[in-house]
C-alpha cells in the first residue's frame, strides 16, 4: 500500500511564504512524476506544478515566478516552496504521484489548507 502525507499549509499574510512537504511511502519501486494541485472553494481542482523523475518541471501560468517544486528521490519527497504568497492561492493543496509498485498507479494525498489572508 502507497501513502501521500502533505503537511506545511497553515495560515499566512500576502506577500508571505510557505512551503509544503509531501512524503510517499509503502512499497514502492519507482516513483515517476510528482505533482502539486489545488482545489479552492467552488472551484475545479487545478495542477499547480509537476515534476518529472528527472527534475523537469511544469507551472501554471498563475504561479510561475513565485512557486517554486522541487523533489528528493532518496527520501521520495516533493516540496512546493510558495512565496509571495496573494489571497487568491488559498485552496487546499494537493500532492500527487504516480508511483510504480506491481505496476504504476496514481495516488492522492490528503491536501492540507493554505489561506492567505489580505
Known amino acids: 500500500q502507497v501513502q501521500l502525507v502533505e503537511s506545511g499549509g497553515g495560515l499566512v499574510q500576502a506577500g508571505g511564504s510557505l512551503r509544503l512537504s509531501c512524503a510517499a511511502s509503502?512499497?514502492?519501486?519507482?516513483?515517476?512524476?510528482m505533482d502539486w494541485y489545488r482545489q479552492a472553494p467552488g472551484k475545479q481542482r487545478e495542477l499547480v506544478a509537476a515534476?518529472?523523475?528527472?527534475?523537469?518541471?511544469n507551472y501554471a501560468d498563475s504561479v510561475k515566478g513565485r512557486f517554486t517544486i522541487s523533489r528528493d528521490n532518496a527520501k521520495n519527497m516533493v516540496y512546493l516552496q510558495m512565496n509571495s504568497l496573494k489571497p487568491e492561492d488559498t485552496a487546499v493543496y494537493y500532492c500527487?504521484?504516480?508511483?510504480?509498485?506491481?505496476?504504476?498507479?496514481?495516488?492522492w494525498g490528503q491536501g492540507t489548507q493554505v489561506t492567505v489572508s489580505s
Open positions: 509503502g512499497s514502492i519501486r519507482r516513483i515517476n512524476a
Open positions: 500527487h504521484a504516480l508511483i510504480v509498485t506491481t505496476y504504476q498507479g496514481s495516488y
Open positions: 515534476i518529472t523523475s528527472g527534475g523537469s518541471t
